[in-house]
Protein backbone atom coordinates (compact mmCIF):
# COMPACT_ATOMS: atom_id res chain seq x y z
CA UNK A 1 0.00 0.00 0.00
CA UNK A 2 0.97 3.37 -1.31
CA UNK A 3 2.08 5.70 1.91
CA UNK A 4 0.91 9.44 1.51
CA UNK A 5 2.22 11.84 3.22
CA UNK A 6 0.55 15.25 3.80
CA UNK A 7 2.93 18.92 4.64
CA UNK A 8 0.42 22.22 5.61
CA UNK A 9 0.64 25.61 6.91
CA UNK A 10 1.69 28.82 5.60
CA UNK A 11 4.08 30.16 3.37
CA UNK A 12 7.81 30.37 4.34
CA UNK A 13 6.55 27.75 7.35
CA UNK A 14 9.38 24.53 6.18
CA UNK A 15 7.24 22.32 4.13
CA UNK A 16 8.75 22.66 0.65
CA UNK A 17 12.27 22.81 2.96
CA UNK A 18 11.57 19.63 4.61
CA UNK A 19 10.22 17.79 1.14
CA UNK A 20 13.84 18.57 0.06
CA UNK A 21 15.71 17.46 3.08
CA UNK A 22 13.38 13.70 2.66
CA UNK A 23 14.89 13.33 -0.77
CA UNK A 24 18.46 13.94 0.11
CA UNK A 25 18.59 11.91 2.72
CA UNK A 26 16.70 9.04 1.16
CA UNK A 27 19.41 6.56 0.91
CA UNK A 28 17.34 3.69 0.97
CA UNK A 29 16.40 5.07 -2.75
CA UNK A 30 12.96 4.74 -1.50
CA UNK A 31 10.23 5.47 -4.43
CA UNK A 32 9.12 9.45 -3.70
CA UNK A 33 6.66 11.12 -5.57
CA UNK A 34 6.04 14.68 -5.33
CA UNK A 35 3.20 16.93 -5.67
CA UNK A 36 3.02 20.62 -4.61
CA UNK A 37 -0.34 22.92 -4.88
CA UNK A 38 1.75 25.79 -5.66
CA UNK A 39 3.34 24.27 -8.99
CA UNK A 40 0.35 22.38 -9.75
CA UNK A 41 -1.95 25.66 -9.30
CA UNK A 42 0.68 27.28 -11.69
CA UNK A 43 0.02 24.56 -14.22
CA UNK A 44 -3.64 25.11 -14.27
CA UNK A 45 -3.18 28.71 -14.50
CA UNK A 46 -0.56 27.80 -18.06
CA UNK A 47 -2.83 25.16 -19.37
CA UNK A 48 -6.35 26.69 -19.18
CA UNK A 49 -7.08 23.38 -20.24
CA UNK A 50 -7.71 21.80 -16.62
CA UNK A 51 -9.07 25.21 -15.30
CA UNK A 52 -12.24 25.00 -17.81
CA UNK A 53 -13.04 21.59 -18.03
CA UNK A 54 -13.22 21.80 -14.16
CA UNK A 55 -15.39 25.02 -14.55
CA UNK A 56 -17.72 22.72 -16.85
CA UNK A 57 -18.40 20.74 -13.85
CA UNK A 58 -18.87 23.48 -11.22
CA UNK A 59 -21.56 25.78 -9.88
CA UNK A 60 -23.54 26.95 -12.70
CA UNK A 61 -24.06 30.81 -11.33
CA UNK A 62 -20.43 31.27 -11.09
CA UNK A 63 -19.58 29.37 -14.52
CA UNK A 64 -21.94 32.29 -15.82
CA UNK A 65 -19.94 35.20 -14.25
CA UNK A 66 -16.95 34.20 -15.15
CA UNK A 67 -17.70 33.48 -18.76
CA UNK A 68 -19.10 36.96 -18.86
CA UNK A 69 -16.12 38.48 -17.34
CA UNK A 70 -13.92 36.69 -19.24
CA UNK A 71 -16.08 37.96 -22.65
CA UNK A 72 -15.70 41.58 -21.40
CA UNK A 73 -12.11 41.09 -20.61
CA UNK A 74 -11.50 42.52 -24.49
CA UNK A 75 -8.97 39.50 -25.49
CA UNK A 76 -8.82 36.01 -25.84
CA UNK A 77 -6.08 35.14 -24.28
CA UNK A 78 -7.33 32.36 -21.48
CA UNK A 79 -3.69 32.57 -19.82
CA UNK A 80 -3.84 36.44 -19.16
CA UNK A 81 -7.46 36.75 -18.01
CA UNK A 82 -6.78 33.48 -15.33
CA UNK A 83 -3.54 35.62 -14.81
CA UNK A 84 -5.64 39.32 -14.10
CA UNK A 85 -7.94 37.13 -11.72
CA UNK A 86 -4.62 36.00 -9.83
CA UNK A 87 -3.57 38.91 -8.92
CA UNK A 88 -7.16 40.11 -7.72
CA UNK A 89 -6.93 37.01 -5.42
CA UNK A 90 -3.37 37.17 -4.20
CA UNK A 91 -4.04 41.32 -3.44
CA UNK A 92 -7.28 41.35 -2.10
CA UNK A 93 -8.10 37.83 -0.95
CA UNK A 94 -11.19 36.28 -1.19
CA UNK A 95 -13.06 37.50 2.27
CA UNK A 96 -16.36 38.96 1.41
CA UNK A 97 -15.45 38.27 -2.28
CA UNK A 98 -17.81 35.64 -3.83
CA UNK A 99 -16.69 35.19 -7.09
CA UNK A 100 -12.71 35.13 -6.03
CA UNK A 101 -14.10 32.95 -3.13
CA UNK A 102 -16.08 29.72 -6.04
CA UNK A 103 -12.50 30.81 -8.08
CA UNK A 104 -9.79 29.64 -5.24
CA UNK A 105 -11.93 26.73 -4.84
CA UNK A 106 -12.44 26.07 -8.20
CA UNK A 107 -8.35 25.82 -8.78
CA UNK A 108 -8.10 23.66 -5.81
CA UNK A 109 -10.53 21.54 -7.16
CA UNK A 110 -8.82 20.94 -10.43
CA UNK A 111 -5.32 20.86 -8.46
CA UNK A 112 -6.45 17.63 -6.25
CA UNK A 113 -8.37 16.23 -9.50
CA UNK A 114 -4.88 15.89 -11.55
CA UNK A 115 -3.03 15.37 -8.43
CA UNK A 116 -5.20 12.09 -8.17
CA UNK A 117 -4.44 11.22 -11.80
CA UNK A 118 -0.77 11.83 -11.28
CA UNK A 119 -0.35 9.50 -8.36
CA UNK A 120 -2.83 6.57 -10.01
CA UNK A 121 -0.48 6.61 -13.19
CA UNK A 122 2.80 6.50 -10.75
CA UNK A 123 1.65 2.89 -8.87
CA UNK A 124 5.47 2.01 -8.69
CA UNK A 125 5.99 5.10 -5.95
CA UNK A 126 6.35 4.12 -2.53
CA UNK A 127 6.18 7.28 -1.12
CA UNK A 128 4.00 10.40 -1.91
CA UNK A 129 4.49 13.62 -0.61
CA UNK A 130 1.30 16.11 -0.96
CA UNK A 131 2.42 19.99 -0.54
CA UNK A 132 -0.28 22.65 0.06
CA UNK A 133 -1.01 25.92 2.68
CA UNK A 134 -4.48 23.86 3.95
CA UNK A 135 -4.87 26.69 6.18
CA UNK A 136 -8.33 25.64 6.51
CA UNK A 137 -10.54 22.73 7.73
CA UNK A 138 -12.44 22.52 5.06
CA UNK A 139 -9.74 22.53 2.30
CA UNK A 140 -7.93 20.13 4.52
CA UNK A 141 -11.21 17.63 4.72
CA UNK A 142 -12.13 18.19 1.38
CA UNK A 143 -8.67 16.94 0.33
CA UNK A 144 -8.87 13.65 2.35
CA UNK A 145 -12.35 13.11 1.55
CA UNK A 146 -11.68 13.85 -2.71
CA UNK A 147 -8.27 11.64 -2.24
CA UNK A 148 -9.29 8.32 -0.47
CA UNK A 149 -11.79 7.10 -3.12
CA UNK A 150 -10.07 8.54 -6.06
CA UNK A 151 -6.49 6.73 -5.33
CA UNK A 152 -6.71 2.30 -5.50
CA UNK A 153 -4.11 1.91 -2.82
CA UNK A 154 -4.38 5.05 -0.98
CA UNK A 155 -3.27 4.72 2.66
CA UNK A 156 -6.19 4.45 5.05
CA UNK A 157 -4.15 6.21 7.98
CA UNK A 158 -1.93 8.92 5.95
CA UNK A 159 -0.23 10.79 8.22
CA UNK A 160 0.29 15.04 8.02
CA UNK A 161 2.63 17.64 9.47
CA UNK A 162 0.95 21.22 9.83
CA UNK A 163 3.80 23.77 10.69
CA UNK A 164 2.40 26.36 13.16
CA UNK A 165 5.29 28.72 13.42
CA UNK A 166 5.47 32.30 14.69
CA UNK A 167 4.60 34.57 12.08
CA UNK A 168 8.47 36.46 12.92
CA UNK A 169 9.70 33.34 11.73
CA UNK A 170 8.10 33.43 8.36
CA UNK A 171 9.09 36.71 7.40
CA UNK A 172 12.14 36.62 8.39
CA UNK A 173 12.40 33.56 6.43
CA UNK A 174 10.82 35.63 3.74
CA UNK A 175 13.32 38.34 4.11
CA UNK A 176 16.32 35.65 3.25
CA UNK A 177 14.95 34.41 0.16
CA UNK A 178 12.82 37.10 -1.64
CA UNK A 179 12.28 35.21 -4.75
CA UNK A 180 10.42 31.70 -5.18
CA UNK A 181 10.98 30.54 -8.46
CA UNK A 182 7.78 27.87 -7.99
CA UNK A 183 5.23 31.22 -7.94
CA UNK A 184 3.16 33.05 -11.04
CA UNK A 185 3.20 35.76 -8.70
CA UNK A 186 5.87 36.52 -5.59
CA UNK A 187 4.39 36.55 -2.25
CA UNK A 188 4.63 39.80 -0.28
CA UNK A 189 4.72 40.15 3.42
CA UNK A 190 1.13 41.28 3.47
CA UNK A 191 -0.08 38.38 2.12
CA UNK A 192 1.84 36.27 4.45
CA UNK A 193 0.78 38.07 7.50
CA UNK A 194 -3.04 37.59 6.41
CA UNK A 195 -2.47 34.36 5.58
CA UNK A 196 -1.16 33.38 8.98
CA UNK A 197 -3.91 35.23 10.36
CA UNK A 198 -6.53 33.75 8.94
CA UNK A 199 -5.53 30.30 9.06
CA UNK A 200 -7.24 27.68 11.48
CA UNK A 201 -4.48 25.71 12.61
CA UNK A 202 -4.97 22.07 12.39
CA UNK A 203 -5.83 20.15 15.68
CA UNK A 204 -4.78 16.62 16.83
CA UNK A 205 -7.92 14.47 16.22
CA UNK A 206 -9.75 16.99 14.10
CA UNK A 207 -9.22 14.30 10.56
CA UNK A 208 -10.60 11.00 10.94
CA UNK A 209 -7.78 7.99 10.84
CA UNK A 210 -5.44 10.75 10.26
CA UNK A 211 -1.50 10.80 11.66
CA UNK A 212 -1.75 13.80 12.91
CA UNK A 213 1.85 16.03 13.86
CA UNK A 214 2.09 19.91 14.91
CA UNK A 215 5.07 21.24 14.29
CA UNK A 216 5.84 24.07 16.17
CA UNK A 217 9.63 25.17 15.99
CA UNK A 218 12.26 24.60 13.81
CA UNK A 219 13.69 21.59 16.56
CA UNK A 220 10.98 19.68 15.53
CA UNK A 221 11.06 20.02 12.04
CA UNK A 222 14.60 18.36 12.09
CA UNK A 223 13.09 14.87 12.63
CA UNK A 224 10.40 14.84 9.97
CA UNK A 225 12.67 13.09 7.25
CA UNK A 226 13.36 9.80 9.41
CA UNK A 227 10.12 9.80 10.87
CA UNK A 228 8.72 9.75 7.18
CA UNK A 229 11.31 7.62 5.47
CA UNK A 230 10.83 4.70 7.97
CA UNK A 231 7.18 4.54 6.53
CA UNK A 232 8.62 2.75 3.60
CA UNK A 233 11.17 0.48 4.97
Given at each position: ?????????????????????????????????????????????????????????????????????????????????????????????????????????????CAISYM???????????????????????????????????????????????????????LKRKEK?????????????????????????????????????????????????????????
Amino acid sequence: MRNIVFFGGPAYSGKSTTINDIIELNSNHIDISVYSFDSVRQLIIEKPIYFFTGLGQWNAEFKIEFMRLFASCGHNDEVKFLLHVESELCARGYINNIFLYHYSLLKDYCAISYMAKGINKNKQKQLTLIEGRFTTKVMRKATIDFLKPSIKDFNQTPMFFYFNLPLKVLLKRKEKKKVRAEHIKQINKQYIKRSFLSQEIMKHGELQHINTHIIKGSKHQIEIPNIVLNLSK
